[in-house]
């Protein structure tokens, strides 16, 4: 018995079923699935790649502090300042307005046939042909992740108390080994609580990019819909999708916390 059957049966049971129209998230099962894989996809390197521009741009923002001797100035203008600029735009713009920005005004500049800035030619032409609203999404959502987390990894530096750097600098650790050795690990027990629901948020996010036409599951009910003229069914299924989702991330971010308290607690 295939699930057309199965759900003919199970209306004729139950009278209020009849109402409800699964067959059409059967037929299109596998558009729901490639789009939950790619929702997967942008949402995981979005974050990890996001986290390595937070920690950066979160210790560029501090980076004045470093000395006060010849460098504090050129620090501040070239590192400080622009993270700063980067984090004020990505915070204080809506990320749908830069799914936007980038996909049509970013992206055709760096990425033309004929004169773009970092690709050109033939590749440019495939790379926007078959990959140009992955590419867009991608660096949209990532961009907007590393501005939050750089506050995250900004606030959870600055949390660590005073006595932990000029004890690390009375051992004769430089400023690079404080952070890398001392600082950053234990910054992180409190960072990652924030971290998982950024994490969380992005996932959520995700579902911006299927403005652009990248086929992830917002796209998949879209389309659905457009094609049966039906919208309970297929956006009740990708938010159902979406919350177990959500949870799962939500039970292993709790699950991460839990280890880090039994290892020590979260100072």
Request: proline share 4%; charged share 15%.
């Amino acid at each position: 018995m295939d699930f057309n059957q199965f759900w003919d049966q199970a209306q004729h049971a139950v009278p209020p079923l009849s109402h409800v129209n699964l067959q059409m998230i059967w037929e299109y099962r596998q558009m729901f699935i490639d789009g939950a894989k790619m929702t997967l996809l942008i949402t995981v390197v979005a974050v990890v790649v996001g986290t390595l521009i937070g920690l950066f741009t979160g210790m560029a923002r501090l980076s004045s502090n470093v000395t006060q001797g010849p460098w504090k100035w050129p620090l501040r203008v070239f590192a400080r300042w622009p993270a700063t600029a980067y984090v004020t735009f990505f915070r204080g713009t809506p990320l749908f307005v830069q799914i936007l920005l980038i996909h049509f005004a970013v992206m055709p500049l760096l990425v033309h046939p004929e004169d773009g800035l970092l690709i050109s030619g033939d590749l440019a032409a495939t790379l926007r042909q078959d990959y140009g609203a992955f590419m867009s999404g991608l660096v949209a959502l990532t961009l907007n992740a590393g501005a939050y987390i750089t506050e995250i990894f900004r606030a959870g530096i600055q949390s660590i108390a005073r006595g932990q750097t000029e004890a690390s600098r009375s051992l004769g650790m430089n400023y690079w080994q404080t952070m890398r050795f001392v600082v950053v690990p234990q910054a992180f027990r409190r960072m990652l609580p924030p971290l998982g629901n950024e994490a969380i948020m992005l996932l959520k996010d995700s579902s911006l990019v299927s403005a652009i036409g990248l086929t992830e599951m917002a796209y998949a009910a879209r389309t659905v819909a457009g094609v049966y003229s039906r919208f309970w069914e297929p956006y009740i299924t990708i938010s159902i999708v979406y919350l177990a989702l959500t949870m799962v991330m939500a039970a292993g971010v709790h699950k991460l916390e839990r280890s880090f308290h039994a290892k020590g607690g979260i100072q």
